[in-house]
T-cell receptor, first 112, second 111 residues
């Protein structure tokens, strides 16, 4: 049982580059979310989805896009990377009957 | 939107002592309050949660209390052990999908 799988684990980007952080879950969870974690600021919600085809913005959505074409996958796209997007990114999922969110192991992104 | 504040930001205790972490929230519609433990290099893991129809919940050495009137909830760890050392996050949501987190508490348990 893999749970929530995030790739890559580490990434270095140059300012202005774009990339996609991948997230997949195998628990048939309806809800999926992306958080960024910065020192002293906890986890801040970027985007979330309540089901395939439905997404919504969280606290800090600017500079990021998401899509949810399947229940399993919820990729996060950085359109034009900026140094302020240097962070650790976590994907999480939950569903009916689940206890809280299950988190992936994170992607550490550095933008230079 | 929901705003969650968490205190203290760091906490150091001797092994065997108790640790208490407190959180407040702003949205009276919030009805689900989980606590997560994050070890170095890993994602947060759920350790206990409470819903608004319950005032207290215990699971072995950990317990959570909720005061809906005052909009605060707390995590209590008794008989702390070195392996309890980690960062702990509280969170609140009204529908389990838009979940907001506190800034975290770094707990250190000294042997």
């Amino acid at each position: 049982n893999a749970g929530v799988t995030q790739t890559p684990k580490f990434q270095v980007l140059k300012t202005g580059q774009s990339m996609t952080l991948q997230c997949a879950q195998d628990m048939n969870h309806e809800y999926m979310s992306w958080y960024r974690q910065d020192p002293g600021m906890g986890l801040r919600l970027i985007h979330y989805s309540v089901g395939a085809g439905i997404t919504d913005q969280g606290e800090v959505p600017n500079g990021y896009n998401v899509s949810r074409s399947t229940t399993e996958d919820f990729p996060l796209r950085l359109l034009s990377a900026a140094p302020s997007q240097t962070s650790v990114y976590f994907c999480a999922s939950t569903g009916q009957g689940a206890d809280g969110y299950t988190f992936g192991s994170g992607t550490r992104l550095t933008v230079v | 939107g929901e705003n969650v504040e968490q205190h203290p930001s760091t906490l150091s205790v001797q092994e065997g002592d108790s640790a208490v972490i407190k959180c407040t929230y702003s949205d009276s519609a919030s009805n689900y309050f989980p606590w997560y433990k994050q070890e170095l290099g890993k994602g947060p893991q759920l350790i206990i949660d409470i819903r608004s129809n319950v005032g207290e919940k215990k699971d072995q050495r950990i317990a959570v209390t909720l005061n809906k009137t005052a909009k605060h909830f707390s995590l209590h760890i008794t008989e702390t052990q070195p392996e309890d050392s980690a960062v702990y996050f509280c969170a609140a949501s009204d529908n389990n999908n838009d979940m907001r987190f506190g800034a975290g508490t770094r707990l250190t348990v000294k042997p």
